[in-house]
């Protein structure tokens, strides 16, 4: 197995995303370094800081230049940062030498990786979005079409009360239109430029570093930053949780679509499954056991990059590294997620007839509940509650259904009372309300 599975020859069907893949490649994170110094110098030439004409040449060079990452490696890993070897076969390469001194001046290399991580973060959340809605809506339509169709809610493993299919999918989906909304707060605090110099302080900038840096970011079509990040990681931090909440939510629709699909419930059925190397029957329910996976795996990945939110004084390297270790596959993971779920959402389809038998288990004791709230009429509350259980205990030893002993004991009972229709509450409207919200995303 490859040390990352997200980049196995072996394994890149089951975790890997190509859309996201490309923006975390080696070669991507050199060319957007190269656009980050590119920007820069135009702009430091504009304003005068640098001659006009070298900001110009710099600029244009970033643009077309290609650079070898595998000629960076040796110095890279003597200075555990990749731009000093980025600046030095950048300037190689433009064999200009009255210009190239000009590259990278008054930066640091920490301004110069953020800003380029946030030029691509800013692609991948703008694919994640799209896909995150497209959940979204696919779940909606579910919801509306089975808003009304009966099914059995359950708490602790046990069935409960009855409920609708449709409102079940709203339950999955709610939480995915709230973390749109946190998204779109999350975005404009982390989509920043980064441009302190060494210390934070842009002192080798001189008066005209702040116009500089607002320069930049206005170049690089960023938010500028008026404070120095380069140990408040408070934004990258809250991204790692984001996508971890949203693969968490997506990995709980897959939980209960595990449930429901299993052969003696029979639920759902989910489309083709995977296969067994040596059970012909078998129809695993893959895609539902990849969310989970995927979202386990961004708990413990989520647990380093809050950890390295301790940064210690104005840099630490150490704290920095942890992130490049964890957070590509942070985003890969919960971009894979995403497009498992909206492939597999649209496939879902549930099974009324067995739906039905669940909820009843030929003895209707998911109408308990029901029961004994009728029959605080005749009795009181606390009474009612024992002699409805005491109908329950005698349901399972003799095999009665529970509407057969309730009419017997208390024969002017609304026998409508054990249908579907008349316990789901507002589980219908529930789904319907989470359709229409998702219609409008």
């Known amino acids: 197995m490859a040390v990352s599975p997200f980049d196995s020859a072996l394994y890149r069907g089951l975790f890997h995303d190509d859309e996201l893949g490309r923006l975390f490649t080696d070669s991507a994170e050199v060319r957007a370094m190269l656009l980050v110094e590119g920007a ?7 304003l005068g800081l640098i001659p006009e004409m070298s900001g110009a040449f710099i600029h244009r060079a970033a643009m077309e230049l290609q650079l070898d990452p595998g000629g960076m490696a040796a110095e890279t890993g003597r200075n555990a940062v990749p731009v000093p070897a980025l600046v030095a076969a950048f300037r190689k390469a433009l064999e200009a030498p009255e210009h190239a001194q000009y590259i990278h001046w008054g930066a640091t290399s920490q301004d110069i990786v953020d800003t380029a991580l946030v030029l691509r973060l800013r692609q991948a959340l703008t694919i994640i979005e799209a896909r995150l809605r497209a959940v979204i809506r696919a779940l909606g339509a579910q919801a509306e079409t089975h808003a009304d169709l009966p099914m059995a809610a359950r ?3 046990q069935v409960a009360t009855p409920t609708s299919f449709g409102a079940v999918v709203a339950g999955w989906g709610g939480p995915l239109i709230r973390h749109l909304d946190r998204l779109a707060a999350l975005k404009p605090r982390l989509l920043r430029v980064s441009l302190f110099g060494a210390a934070g302080t842009l002192a080798a900038m001189g008066p005209q570093g702040p116009e500089v840096r607002e320069g930049l970011a206005e170049a690089l079509g960023l938010g500028d930053a008026d404070d120095p990040w380069h140990s408040a990681r408070d934004g990258i931090a809250e991204l790692s949780g984001w996508l971890t909440g949203v693969a968490g939510s997506l990995a709980k629709m897959g939980e209960d679509l595990v449930l429901m699909a299993q052969a003696e419930v029979g639920e759902v059925r989910l489309g083709d499954g995977g296969g067994s190397s040596t059970l012909p029957h078998k129809q695993n329910p893959v895609d539902p056991l990849l969310l989970t996976a995927l979202a386990r795996h961004l708990v413990g990945l989520d647990a380093n990059i809050q950890g390295a939110a301790v940064h210690r004084q104005q840099r630490d390297a150490a704290a920095w590294m942890v992130e490049w270790l964890a957070l590509p596959e942070i985003v890969m993971g919960a971009g894979r997620a995403l497009a498992v779920a909206g492939a597999l959402v649209p496939r879902i389809a549930p099974q009324p007839g067995a739906m039905a038998r669940n909820i009843d288990g030929g003895l209707g004791l998911a109408y308990a509940e029901a029961l004994s ?11 009612a509650q024992e002699t409805a259980k005491a109908l329950c205990r005698e349901a399972m030893e003799t095999g009665t259904p529970l509407a057969e002993l309730a009419a017997r004991d208390w024969p002017d009972l609304d026998r409508s009372l054990f249908t579907p229709a008349a316990q789901m ?7 319907r309300r989470f359709a229409a919200a998702a219609n409008g995303v």
């Open 40 to 46: 820069l110098a135009k702009v430091q030439g504009q």
């Open 155 to 157: 708490t602790l493993a």
């Open 373 to 383: 709230f009728a029959l605080t009429g005749p009795l009181p509350r606390p009474e």
């Open 425 to 431: 509450g507002e589980a219908p409207a529930h789904a």
